[in-house]
C-alpha cells in the first residue's frame, strides 16, 4: 500500500500498519535526507517495544543514518535519528 506522508521533522507511525513501518521508515529517511533535514523524531509509541525495535532496526541498518537513540522526554515511546550531511 503506497501512503502519502509529509516530510517533516516528526512522522507518527500510530496510523500505520505493522505491516508498513519498516518500508515506510526506510523510505522516510531517504525523503527526509532529501529535503536536508538533519535530525527526524519517529514517534512508534510505548507498548510492547515491538514498533520501536523494528524502527531502530532500519535505522541501525540505513545507510543515512549517523546515529540514533530513544527520545528520553518520550519514555521510549519515540527516537530521535541524526542523518548524515547530504
Given at each position: 500500500m503506497t501512503h502519502r506522508v509529509p516530510?517533516?521533522?516528526?512522522?507518527?507511525?500510530?496510523?500505520?500498519?505493522?505491516?508498513?513501518?519498516?518500508?515506510l521508515v526506510g523510505e522516510y529517511v531517504h525523503a527526509a535526507?532529501?529535503?536536508?533535514?538533519?535530525?527526524?523524531?519517529?514517534?512508534?509509541?510505548?507498548?510492547r517495544g515491538i514498533q520501536r525495535r523494528t524502527v531502530h532496526e532500519v535505522l541501525a541498518d540505513h545507510s543515512l543514518v549517523e546515529e540514533y537513540w530513544d527520545d528520553s522526554a518520550s519514555h521510549l515511546g519515540a527516537t530521535i535519528a541524526r542523518l548524515k550531511d547530504a
Open positions: 516530510i517533516e521533522r516528526e512522522l507518527d507511525l500510530h496510523t500505520f500498519a505493522p505491516r508498513d513501518i519498516s518500508p535526507h532529501a529535503k536536508g533535514l538533519a535530525e527526524v523524531r519517529i514517534v512508534h509509541g510505548r507498548g
